[in-house]
Structures are given as C-alpha cells and as structure tokens.
C-alpha cells in the first residue's frame, strides 16, 4: 500500500517529461487543426488570406470579416468546449469511480438542455449568461435526481447504479423537452440543443465561457491531486486527512460550470467527456495532475476536429457536431463495457 501511494502521489520525472512531450504534440496538432478550420467552410479561404486577415485585419476585406466573425469564434469556441467536457468527464469518472461517467450518460448534459428549453419556452430572448444560468441549474437539479435514484435502490450508490439512474433520467428527461418543444412550437428553434452545434457561436459566448472556465478549471486544479488519491479507495483517502464531503462537492460545483456553460452555447455534445479521460490516462497513467491538462489539450482538439468534419461530410450543409461526437463515441463506449477496463 505504501509503495502505491508513493506512485500515486509522487511526480516522478520521467513520467512528467512524457506528459511534456504528449502536450507539445497534441498543442501542434490542435495549432494546426486551428488554421484548417479558419480555412475550411462553404467558401475555402487561402492560408495566405487567413494570416492576412491577422497581420493586417481590413475590415473592408469580405474574408477577413468572415474569419474574424464567424470562424474564429467558431473553432474558439469549439477548443473551450472540448476542454470542458473532457475535463468534467474526467473528474465525474474519479468522483464516482466510474469508468463509464461523463456528463451526458450522467444526464448532467440533458438536465441542462431540459432547463434551457423551458426558459427559453418563457423567455424567448433570454440573455447568454442567462442561459448558462439556467444550464448550471438545470445540471445540478439532474445530478441530484440521478444520485438521489440511485441510492435509494438495495445495497447504496455503485458505478453501475449510477450509470442506469444517469441514463433513466436523461432519456426521461429528454423526452420532457421534446414534448414541451413540440407542445409551444418552438422544436424547429431547440432542434440545434438537441444534436449539438457550433454555427451559433460568437465573442459573447467566448467571454462567458472565459468568465466560468476560469472558476471551473480553478477548482480542479484545486481537487488534482484528492482526485487521484480517490482510486485508493474512501478508508485510505480519508486516512489521508482529505475531506471526501468537500472534494465531492467542489468536484460537482465544478461539472455543474463547465457542462452547463458549454450545454449553454453548444447544445448536447455527448461521448467528449467518455472517450478523451481514458485517452489521457492510457498515456499518461492515473496521476489527475498529468492527466487532466491532456485531456484538456486533447478534447480542445477532438472538439475541433469533430466540427471541421461536421463541415466536410455534406457540404454546404453542416453536420450536427454531436452526431461526429457519438459515432466516436459509442464503439469507444461498447468497447468499455465489453472488456470491463477501468483505469481510474
């Protein structure tokens, strides 16, 4: 046991340097996603009119503009989102010590969309950080439900429970915001909430998504290293002296921000909370600390990659960015669940 904490809580050199090397590769790989997606669109825009349009913005320049107002906050938006997700599915698989949690099998994802159909049902016009307000809420009030579903069944709260509550009560959920949708005529609006999309993204979302990132991210930093004394198990983390109460409550405050933020100007992205978490520790080992920045430099980049596809598979017409999302997502998910591996 001892010999396990110390591998657990150590930073060892060699494993610090190969997290180095995996984040410089996977920040090049996301740079250069970056400019493609500036690039790539129903009009192809040159590279030598993109890096015009940042060394020289000419405002009298169509494809300035439209880098600067559509693109750029677009594959900006899209790097923010991807980091969220990723992380908050990190810290809700430490949290419940399911390898299968992410926001959206969770139903914290379909909570937030549920709250958002429902103001927006009653305030049309409702502002953006109104809405993620709204998402936090709405994300919040799923947990509880989700938890609260599963611990009143025989035996307590598991990873299992806690995976079917997570699927009852988004699936529940979901239906609730199709018939309140179609009920006040607005299902033609909300149909962007439902499978995920980037096309509405603008600066003010950026600004907002900044504003509760900072937050969010803060507290993880915070909750690094308690997440990974977590997989010791409850009896030794609390030998320990770290206050299980206050770790899950810090770990969920900060789930809650960052889904219902992202929930908020990007709809229902599902499966990005799944996948990049066992990515990360695949290459990285269970350590939070190294972890948690991989996945979000890898989310940032599946997030952009999965929208320059979004564009590319039926052109001019976009794909929902959710469906890219699940089709990576469900084999990765069948995967999980076929060879029971857990690498909490």
């Known amino acids: 046991m001892g010999r396990h904490l110390k591998e657990q809580t150590n930073l060892p050199a060699g494993r610090a340097v190969r997290t180095g090397w995996i984040l410089f590769a996977g920040i090049f790989v996301l740079i250069a996603a970056f ?4 690039g790539y669109g129903s009009t192809n825009i040159g590279s030598k009119m993109v890096w015009q349009a940042f060394l020289n913005f000419d405002p009298g320049v169509k494809e300035h503009q439209v880098i600067h107002e559509i693109r750029l906050p677009r594959v900006i938006t899209a790097a923010i989102i991807g980091a969220f997700l990723a992380l908050s599915g990190a810290v809700m698989q430490a949290l419940t010590r399911n390898p299968l949690a992410e926001p959206a099998i969770i139903g914290v994802s379909h909570g937030a969309a549920f709250a958002l159909v429902v103001s927006l049902t009653i305030f049309p016009r409702i502002s953006p950080s109104g809405s993620a307000l709204v998402s936090m809420a709405g994300a919040g009030a799923a947990v509880l439900l989700v938890f ?7 035996g307590g709260i598991s990873p299992v429970k806690l995976t079917l509550a997570g699927v009852a009560i988004g699936m529940f959920l979901s239906s609730l915001t199709s018939v309140i949708a179609i009920h006040f005529d607005v299902a033609k609006d909300l149909s962007f909430w439902y499978a995920g999309s980037l096309e509405t993204s603008d600066w003010q979302g950026i600004k907002m998504l900044g504003v509760v990132g900072i937050i969010g991210i803060f507290i993880i930093i915070l909750l690094a290293r308690s997440l990974t004394l977590l997989s010791l198990g409850a009896d030794v983390t609390k030998g320990l002296g770290i206050n299980l109460q206050l770790v899950n ?22 499966f990005v909370g799944l996948v990049v978490p066992h990515i990360s520790r695949m290459l990285v080992g269970p350590d939070y600390r190294f972890s948690l ?3 979000a430099v890898f989310g940032s980049l599946l997030l952009v990659l999965g929208d320059i596809g979004a564009r590319m598979i039926n052109p001019p017409y976009e794909t929902p960015i959710g469906v890219i999302t699940a089709s990576i997502g469900v084999p990765f998910f069948l995967y999980l669940v076929r060879s029971g591996r857990s690498r909490l």
């Open 148 to 154: 609260s579903l599963a611990s009143v069944s025989k």
């Open 293 to 295: 920045p991989v996945s």
């Open 35 to 38: 400019f493609i997606s500036l």
């Open 249 to 270: 409550i810090l770990g969920v405050c900060a789930v809650l921000l960052l889904t219902g933020s992202s929930v908020a100007v990007s709809g229902t992205v599902s």
